[in-house]
């Protein structure tokens, strides 16, 4: 999803992630940039991290 399109959506972006888990891809001229992830799919990767 562009950025652009990400603003415009915002609050319907994270009702996807928290609710239906959704992991949303935030694109700037195609390429990736950020994503969008649920808190449990985020921590785990922060726990990841700490362990390394």
Same mark, same amino acid.
């Given at each position: 999803?562009? @950025?652009? *399109?990400? #603003? #415009?959506q915002?609050? *319907?972006v994270l009702h996807d992630a928290a609710v239906r888990g959704r992991i949303t891809y935030i694109t700037n001229r195609? #390429? #990736?940039?950020a994503a969008i @992830?649920?808190?449990p799919i !985020?921590? !785990?990767a922060n726990q990841n991290l700490d362990d390394s």
């Open positions: 999803m562009s @950025v652009a *399109d990400a #603003r #415009r915002f609050a *319907d195609g #390429r #990736r940039i @992830v649920p808190v !985020a921590e !785990a």
